[in-house]
């Protein structure tokens, strides 16, 4: 196995799709997202995986069991299993973040360009159990 090695934030910084996922272990899946400004990714409980978040560029609240948690370049948040959250994207410009689920939560190598095209095709991506390698 050879697992993942690269420049995670020129990735993030690089990433214009919604939703891309780069790696996915057994345990764990490395995400790339960028929401646009106003966009969120909606509420959400993953009742059986924890999740972490950290920003690149932009500025955004990342909601916490009604909690609002401004976030802005290089921070980080964890949201744990069974919170209900969201992400949204308060600035001006496109809010990029990377994010680990643990354990995973989509198909591995899946591409969403938009937020429209991830809603109409979650629960058909929704992890199948096959890693990366």
């Known amino acids: 196995m050879k697992g993942f090695r690269d420049d995670i934030e020129k990735l993030t910084e690089e990433n214009t799709d919604f939703r891309?996922?780069?790696?996915?272990?057994?345990?764990?899946?490395?995400?790339?997202?960028?929401?646009?400004?106003?966009?969120?990714?909606?509420?959400?409980?993953?009742?059986?995986?924890?999740?972490?978040?950290?920003?690149?560029?932009?500025?955004?609240?990342?909601?916490?069991?009604?909690?609002?948690?401004?976030?802005?370049?290089?921070?980080?948040?964890?949201?744990?299993?069974?919170?209900?959250?969201?992400?949204?994207?308060?600035?001006?410009?496109p809010l990029q973040l990377y994010t680990i689920y643990g354990p995973p939560e989509h198909k591995d190598g899946i591409v969403q360009a938009t937020k429209a095209e991830a809603d109409e095709r979650h629960h058909a991506e929704e992890w199948d159990g096959k890693t990366t390698e």
Request: cysteine-free; hydrophobic content about 35%.
């Open 20 to 93: 891309r996922v780069l790696y996915t272990g057994k345990n764990l899946q490395l995400v790339l997202m960028t929401l646009q400004p106003g966009e969120e990714i909606g509420e959400e409980v993953h009742e059986d995986r924890d999740q972490f978040f950290r920003i690149e560029e932009g500025s955004g609240v990342i909601d916490i069991d009604g909690v609002e948690n401004a976030v802005e370049d290089d921070i980080a948040v964890i949201v744990p299993a069974g919170a209900r959250h969201n992400v949204r994207n308060t600035g001006d410009e």
